[in-house]
């Protein structure tokens, strides 16, 4: 996902120094800015955040999920500018960070109150709310409170003694570009309206019912850490771990603290091919001379420093019209230095009704070499239509059996030699004490926003948001939609409350 620039772009540029993640271009003074038709966002870099359709006076700048038949177009030419066009090149200058120049939704909203600070829609009265987690839904939803309910006092309570979740410890460290985002909530969390609360876990330091005895609503964004297993025989083999894992130990979250993972052999493989796999893919196979540039872990480092693996095969169990990952994501694998991305399974036929983005992904899919040449580049191999069926060793792992998908026949199944099996196939909230949890969800039961007990009744006054309530998905901008919606969902509820007092 990412956003586009249309037709009606005024090139006013107001745009440019409110994204966190520098993405858009050609800015004043860039060598074309002059002669440019309109200015472009690059897909590749777009974090999806929404921050420029707020500065753009001319509503230009459109969702590309929300681009109709006559505007798609302008997807192909966004991209194309930073592939083929002057974008390849001027990207390499960064823009500086220019502080305070970006107005977040609740100064926005300030500038538009009336006199006792009332917004249309919002909550004119005192108001306590307490957000739990620090991540990107938790810091949209503060954003998303202040705006709306200009007298609020929020207090966010974060377990670990660092702040921001997924922006700190899920996104990629050499998605440098990407981590930007936590300015946007660096500038939430320091308006003297909000209290953060690091080092406090809801269930062990402070109960949810104290929680809610001091507050009018709790908003749980607690994401959802815990990587799944595929549930294969062999899986709690040493050398096979959820991805998650992995992810937590090269961004040095703390719960990694003791993972060690064995980077002896010359291939690991991961299991689902969303964009958690390519992330761990591309970390695992980068020349780590590149990845001391970028935010990972000393620790984790210094062990890819001395790795043996150089290749990974990332197994997708459907075809490559059902890959989960992103074009975007698939076209900056393919620009790592020294990496080289093949496809060992043969071109799926493009079926009729294969939307644009799977045709485009299917294209990309179809460039990538069958095997490697004869250089000593590292190598992520991409493979579709194949189900993990056993994850095989004695003391730890040493292969990986799979099998076509669908196939009958068991002979059929073939071993891949490797020492390390990721699981990319997603992730589970962990429970919270006092709360309703689903087990088959993996995370609250919801409706509408708002926590539901085993009955389906909201339980007054809490509601969750992010992965927590949609499940792990969607980009970090994602979420600050998935915010508005429990915000709204919390402030109905309020009115409903007054008036029935
Ligand atoms: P995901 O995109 O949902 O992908 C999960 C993968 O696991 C799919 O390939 C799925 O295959 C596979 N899978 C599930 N169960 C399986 C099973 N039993 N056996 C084999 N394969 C199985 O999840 P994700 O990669 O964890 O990403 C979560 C969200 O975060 C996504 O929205 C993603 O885009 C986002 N994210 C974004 C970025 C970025 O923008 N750079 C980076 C990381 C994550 P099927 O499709 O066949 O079910």
């Known amino acids: 996902m990412s956003h586009v620039i249309t037709q009606s772009c005024c090139k006013d540029a107001t745009c440019v120094p409110v994204c966190p993640a520098d993405c858009i271009r050609p800015r004043p003074g860039d060598p074309g800015f002059r002669t440019a038709e309109m200015l472009y966002i690059d897909p ?6 929404g921050a420029c359709t707020g500065a753009c006076p001319v509503a230009a700048i459109v969702p590309d999920d ?3 038949p006559a505007t798609s177009v302008f997807a192909d030419l966004n991209r194309f500018y930073f592939e083929h066009g002057p974008g390849a090149v001027d990207r390499r200058t960064p823009t500086p960070t220019v502080p305070g120049r970006m107005r977040l939704a609740h100064e926005v909203a300030a500038a538009a109150a009336g006199p006792d600070g009332s917004t249309p829609g919002g909550w004119a009265g005192d108001l306590r709310v307490a957000v739990v987690g620090s991540g ?18 929020v207090s966010v309570i974060e377990r670990l003694s660092a702040p921001w979740g997924l922006a700190r410890f899920g996104v990629a460290p050499d998605h440098l570009l990407t981590r930007r985002i936590r300015s946007v909530f660096e500038r939430v969390i320091a308006d003297p309206r909000v209290t953060l609360r690091l080092g406090v876990q809801v269930g062990v330091d402070v109960g949810h019912d104290e929680l809610l005895a001091d507050h009018d609503a709790v908003v749980y964004g607690t994401g959802a850490p815990d990587g799944r297993l595929v549930g294969i025989p ?7 771990y959820p991805a998650a894992q992995l992810v937590a130990w090269y961004n040095g979250h703390p719960r990694a603290a ?12 991961v299991l689902g091919n969303g964009n958690v796999a390519l992330d761990v893919a591309r970390i695992l196979t980068a020349d780590p001379d590149h990845l001391a540039d970028s935010e990972i872990d000393p620790r984790a480092l210094r062990a890819l420093r001395s790795s043996r693996i150089r290749e990974v095969v990332v197994l997708g169990r459907r075809g490559p019209e059902a890959a989960a990952f992103t074009a975007a994501e698939l076209t900056g694998l393919r620009h790592v230095p020294g990496l080289t991305v093949t496809c060992s399974t043969p071109a799926a036929q493009v079926s009729d009704d294969a939307t644009a983005l799977a045709r485009q992904k299917l294209a990309l899919i179809a460039e990538l070499p069958e095997r490697v040449g ?7 191999d991409l493979r579709f239509g194949t189900t993990p069926i056993e994850v095989v060793g004695d003391r730890a792992v040493r292969g990986l059996r799979v099998a076509p998908t669908g196939g009958a026949d068991p002979a059929a199944s073939t071993a891949i030699a490797c020492g390390l099996v990721l699981h990319a196939v997603g992730h589970r909230s962990v429970p919270v004490p006092g709360l309703p ?5 993996g995370r609250p039961p919801t409706l509408d926003s708002r926590i539901v007990d085993p009955t389906g009744r909201p339980v007054p006054g809490v509601y969750a948001v992010g992965w927590l309530k949609r499940g792990p998905s969607g980009v970090i901008g994602s979420n600050r939609d998935c915010a508005r919606e429990t915000v709204q969902a919390l402030l109905t509820d309020l009115r409903l409350e007054k008036v029935d007092e």
Do not use: K, M, Y
């Open 136 to 153: 990107p839904a938790a810091c949209f939803t503060v954003e998303e409170i202040l705006a709306r309910a200009p007298r609020a006092r």
């Open 66 to 68: 929300e681009l109709g």
């Open 234 to 240: 062999g899986e709690h083999l040493p050398g096979s």
């Open 258 to 269: 003791g993972f060690e993972p064995d980077l002896s052999s010359e291939r690991a493989v």
């Open 437 to 441: 949890f689903d087990e088959s969800l």
């Open 374 to 380: 004869s250089g000593g580049d590292r190598r992520v």
């Open 44 to 49: 590749r870099l777009c974090v999806d955040c």
